[in-house]
């Protein structure tokens, strides 16, 4: 049973453009969600978060929307740049704030210059 | 600044034979994590620890055990390795009272079971 989805294995965009990156969830108790960013070989860093009291987060070019009547959150990115290129995984709190986060499947993000 | 170090970085184990993944942190974290991930999924907690001395169950903890003899330190032993053991393990560590946020994870160990 997925309780946190990312229903898009992949996405292209154009260098400047806006990348959205979408992710459900199904259980309403999850409280925090975070989008991870993950190169090959390397293990996932955390990119941005949101609290389920919130419905907007932004850092920079990264920000995070939530619909908690939808069970939907989506990561956008502008403007999209080359580097960011990589696998984004979606997560959430399953466990008070302990750190035990249930992921999604993850997004593989191509950037065209 | 080290982070989180995992090692070996790529393994082959045959059916059966066991080995222990080593995780180390040195940024004094409490909360220690072992997931893993396989293809085309999501990463999936298997043992957790919020102390030295203290460890639990994550999602998937079947054929697997861990230790947690000190703050930096966090083993995962894998007995008896069976071919659903192929996967990548990351470890992670977090600070007390903010582990979402802080969760930084090691580079990862490829494992095959053959």
């Known amino acids: 049973d997925q309780q946190v989805k990312q229903n898009s294995p992949s996405l292209s965009v154009q260098e400047g453009r806006i990348s959205i990156l979408n992710c459900d969830y199904t259980n309403s108790m999850f409280d925090y969600f975070l989008w991870y960013k993950k190169y090959p070989a390397e293990g996932p860093t955390f990119l941005i978060s949101i609290s389920s009291i919130k419905d907007k987060n932004e850092d920079g070019r990264f920000t995070v929307f939530l619909n908690k009547s939808a069970k939907h959150l989506s990561l956008h990115i502008v403007p999209s740049q080359p580097g960011d290129s990589a696998v984004y995984f979606c997560?959430?709190?399953?466990?008070?704030?302990?750190?035990?986060?249930?992921f999604g499947q993850g997004t593989t993000l191509q950037v065209k210059p | 600044n080290a982070g989180v170090t995992q090692t070996p970085k790529f393994r082959i184990l045959k059916i059966g034979q066991s080995m222990t993944l080593q995780c180390t942190q040195d940024?004094?974290?409490?909360?220690m994590y072992w997931y893993r991930q396989d293809p085309g999924m999501g990463l999936k907690l298997i043992y957790y620890?919020?102390?030295?001395?203290?460890?639990d169950k994550g999602e998937v903890p079947n054929g697997y055990n861990v230790s947690r003899s000190t703050t930096e330190d966090f083993p995962l032993r894998l007995e008896l390795a069976a071919p659903s053991q192929t996967s990548v393990y990351f470890c992670?560590?977090?600070?007390?009272?903010?582990?979402?946020?802080?969760?930084?994870f090691g580079s990862g160990t490829q494992l095959s079971v053959l």
């Open positions: 992670a560590s977090s600070s007390l009272g903010t582990p979402n946020e802080k969760l930084f």
């Open positions: 997560a959430a709190d399953g466990s008070s704030n302990t750190g035990k986060l249930i």
């Open positions: 620890s919020v102390g030295a001395g203290i460890t």
């Open positions: 940024m004094n974290h409490n909360y």
